[in-house]
C-alpha cells in the first residue's frame, strides 16, 4: 500500500508538542520564523496596530511573532488541537491573539477585514490553491499585502524535502509532503494576477539551510535563489473579485 502523501494529521496528533520542543520539526517551523520576518520587513517593517490574518497559523509561531510587535492578529487553522495549544500558550505570554478554527477555501472573515495576511508553510498542503488564493483576495482590504511561502516545483525541491529531510534526515516527518503539490513561482505569480493581485516575481526570495543550532537543529537564511523554498508577496488590487 502506498504512503499517504500530504498527511496533515500530523498537526493534530503533535499538537501539545508545539511549544515543549520535543517535536524536531516543529522545532524547525520555529527557526524559520526570524527569516520569514526579516522578508516581511523588506516590504513592511511596522506591523503596529496592523490587522493580520496568519492563514494557517498551527501552534501560533508566526501569530505570536507579529503580536509582540503590535499587530491585532487572527490567527486560522483547521487542527482544532493545534489552536487549543496556540490560544493556551498566547495566553500565557499575555498576548491577545484571535485564534479560529477555518480552512483557506472558506475563510470565516468577512470581506475586506485585514490589512494583511501571512501564509507560510501552507500553500503545498491546501486542497484548492485556486480557491484559497480567491478567499485571501475577497478579506484582504484593497493595497493590503498578501506575504507567503511556498515549496518550488522541480527535481531539487524533491531531493530537498523528500528523500533528504523526510526520507534520510528524518527531519520532518515521512509523507508531510506531497511533491505534486509543489508550486513554481510563475505559476503562483500568474493565479494571483489573475485573481486581483499586483504581483513583481523580481521581489521573490529563496530560503536555504545556514548551519544548525545547539541542538543541532537547521537554522536559514534568506537567500536569491528560489529553487527549493521560496518567499514573495502581492498587493492586492482595488477590483472586486
Keep these: 500500500m ?9 498537526y493534530e496528533d503533535n499538537a501539545q508538542a508545539w511549544w515543549d520542543g520535543s517535536q524536531r520539526f516543529m522545532r524547525l517551523l520555529a ?41 491585532h492578529v487572527t490567527g486560522i487553522d483547521p487542527s482544532v488541537a493545534s489552536l487549543e495549544a496556540a490560544h493556551k500558550h498566547a495566553r500565557s505570554q499575555g498576548l491577545d491573539i ?25 500553500l503545498e498542503h491546501v486542497q484548492d490553491v485556486e480557491k484559497v488564493l480567491i478567499e485571501v483576495h475577497r478579506v484582504i482590504r484593497p493595497r493590503g499585502i498578501f506575504f507567503f511561502d511556498t515549496v518550488n516545483r522541480n527535481w531539487l525541491s524533491r531531493f530537498i524535502v523528500i528523500t533528504l529531510a523526510e ?5 520532518l516527518p515521512r509523507g508531510a509532503h506531497d511533491p ?6 510563475v ?11 499586483t504581483v513583481d516575481r523580481g521581489t521573490f526570495a529563496g530560503m536555504k539551510a545556514a548551519g544548525v543550532d545547539q541542538r543541532q ?12 523554498l521560496y518567499l514573495g508577496y502581492a498587493v492586492a488590487n482595488c477590483t472586486d473579485f
Design 2 to 10: 502506498d504512503m499517504e502523501r500530504n498527511d496533515q494529521s500530523i
Design 31 to 71: 527557526n524559520q520564523v526570524p527569516v520569514r520576518l526579516a522578508y516581511f520587513d523588506r516590504t513592511a517593517p511596522d506591523w503596529r496596530g496592523i490587522e493580520v490574518l496568519d492563514l494557517g497559523c498551527g501552534g501560533g509561531f508566526m501569530a505570536e511573532a507579529l503580536a509582540r510587535r503590535g499587530a
Design 98 to 122: 484571535l485564534y479560529r478554527a477555518g480552512v483557506g477555501e472558506a475563510i470565516p472573515l468577512d470581506s475586506n477585514a485585514v490589512d494583511r495576511v501571512v501564509c507560510v508553510d501552507v
Design 167 to 171: 526520507n534520510i534526515l528524518k527531519a
Design 180 to 185: 505534486a503539490n509543489f508550486i513554481r513561482p
Design 187 to 197: 505559476e503562483l505569480q500568474r493565479q494571483l494576477e489573475r485573481i486581483g493581485f
Design 217 to 228: 537543529d537547521l537554522v536559514f537564511e534568506l537567500t536569491p535563489v528560489t529553487w527549493t
